[in-house]
């Protein structure tokens, strides 16, 4: 699959960025058939018969709920009606300052309540009952994905994870979703499945939908990304802004009021599925990803839930504007967060060093 041009040349108007360019690979998953011979997201991985599949052992999130006690849910249904009065009248909707109160109760603290029929949620870790077998999300050759180094000795990176939401896995911080394990490997050191259908992997036990992906051909791409803007180099405060940021800041309000064209959308970093590439910080602004080691990490690979929406539909690839392609925006089914990427970033000293997980 081929993704249009970009509509400006940044790098014209720019000629520093390129010393902040790189490549990345767009997989342009798409439904289909995969084999354990191929690259795929969502397909059978290339497993060894004699090796175990792996489960995680992580306690996974919980949802609970309970009716709010009946001692508080009287207060609140007042506080309520006074600010459904309040909304009426024009005077805002911000909760009242009893109603407030009344959710800090220790009772409700660190729980959401429902106004509408005063039910109380929470999520709590809970063991899986047992150990849950994870799920084939992506296997990827080397050769189809250029753009990442693969630890030496190995040509074939294989992702699975644990499909339900964990929080404060050992390594991550800040990070609710799924639990990835990776492995690196040489394909030809594993013996073929007889079938190329690979051997049947165990069913999880415990699984959310939005985690299990459909299976899905891969058709690789190369594209030039530019590093995310706000971590392009910038004036210090109170002096001249003169520095590469600043006057790319400049240059993109100019695109944006002539051509609609923007750099976080258009020109810089691609959305969809990808490996290799720059990260986007634009839902937390940027984070500091480090190894333990003290390396600075990369974006290995990135699952978007979808692979352009309204605001990047200049990435749309030119095969799905002329065919009819209506679900190539989420072709591989996964979702992270509100529509969101998980980002699995490693070490670039050595790909092996624990990973890290990020949602944006
Ligand atoms: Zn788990
Ligand atoms: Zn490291």
């Known amino acids: 699959m081929r993704t249009p041009p970009r509509p400006i040349d940044v790098t014209a108007a720019l000629p520093e960025l390129a010393a902040h360019a790189r490549e990345t690979t767009r997989l342009h998953p798409r439904p289909g058939a995969p084999t354990?011979?191929?690259?795929?997201?969502?397909?059978?991985?290339?497993?060894?018969?004699?090796?175990?599949?792996?489960?995680?052992?992580?306690?996974?999130?919980?949802?609970?709920?309970?009716?709010?006690?009946?001692?508080?849910?009287?207060?609140?249904?007042?506080?309520?009606?006074?600010?459904?009065?309040?909304?009426?009248?024009?005077?805002?909707?911000?909760?009242?300052?009893?109603?407030?109160?009344?959710?800090?109760?220790?009772?409700?603290?660190?729980?959401?309540?429902?106004l509408v029929d005063y039910t109380a949620h929470w999520y709590?870790?809970?063991?899986?009952?047992?150990?849950?077998?994870?799920?084939?999300?992506?296997?990827?050759?080397?050769?189809?994905?250029?753009?990442?180094?693969?630890?030496?000795?190995t040509d074939l990176l294989q992702v699975l994870w644990c499909p339900t939401d964990?929080?404060?896995?050992?390594?991550?911080?800040?990070?609710?979703?799924?639990?990835?394990?990776?492995?690196?490997?040489?394909?030809?050191?594993?013996?073929?499945?007889p079938n190329h259908r690979g051997t049947a992997p165990p069913d999880p036990h415990d699984a959310n939908d939005s985690y299990l992906p459909a299976p899905c051909v891969l058709h690789p791409e190369?594209?030039?990304?530019?590093?995310?803007?706000?971590?392009?180099?910038?004036?210090?405060?109170?002096?001249?802004?003169?520095?590469?940021?600043?006057?790319?800041?400049?240059?993109?309000d100019l695109w944006e009021s002539e051509t609609g064209y923007s750099y976080q959308y258009d020109l810089s970093i691609a959305p969809g599925c990808k490996a290799g590439g720059w990260a986007s910080w634009h839902l937390t602004d940027p984070v500091a990803v480090d190894c333990r080691c003290g390396a600075p990490m990369d974006v290995l690979l990135t699952l978007d839930s979808r692979e352009w929406?309204?605001?990047?539909?200049?990435?749309?690839?030119?095969?799905?504007?002329?065919?009819?392609?209506?679900?190539?925006?989420?072709?591989?089914?996964?979702?992270?967060?509100?529509w969101g990427a998980l980002r699995i970033f490693v070490c670039p000293t050595d790909p092996t060093h624990a990973h890290r997980l990020n949602i944006q």
């Open 222 to 252: 190369q594209v030039t990304e530019y590093q995310y803007a706000d971590l392009l180099p910038h004036s210090p405060p109170d002096a001249p802004l003169d520095a590469l940021r600043d006057r790319l800041h400049a240059l993109d």
């Open 309 to 338: 929406d309204g605001g990047s539909k200049s990435w749309r690839p030119v095969e799905d504007v002329v065919a009819d392609q209506v679900g190539a925006a989420g072709p591989t089914g996964l979702t992270h967060g509100r």
């Open 166 to 193: 964990h929080q404060d896995l050992p390594g991550q911080t800040r990070y609710w979703g799924p639990a990835v394990h990776l492995v690196w490997r040489r394909a030809a050191d594993v013996t073929p499945a």
């Open 36 to 114: 354990t011979a191929d690259s795929s997201i969502g397909g059978p991985l290339l497993w060894p018969a004699d090796e175990p599949w792996p489960v995680c052992s992580a306690p996974r999130m919980v949802r609970r709920g309970e009716p709010v006690p009946p001692t508080l849910t009287a207060g609140l249904k007042q506080a309520q009606a006074e600010r459904e009065e309040r909304r009426r009248s024009g005077l805002g909707s911000r909760p009242t300052r009893e109603q407030l109160a009344l959710l800090d109760d220790p009772a409700l603290r660190g729980k959401s309540v429902n």
């Open 124 to 153: 709590e870790p809970e063991a899986h009952p047992e150990p849950n077998p994870l799920v084939a999300i992506a296997q990827l050759h080397a050769r189809d994905i250029p753009t990442v180094a693969f630890p030496s000795g």
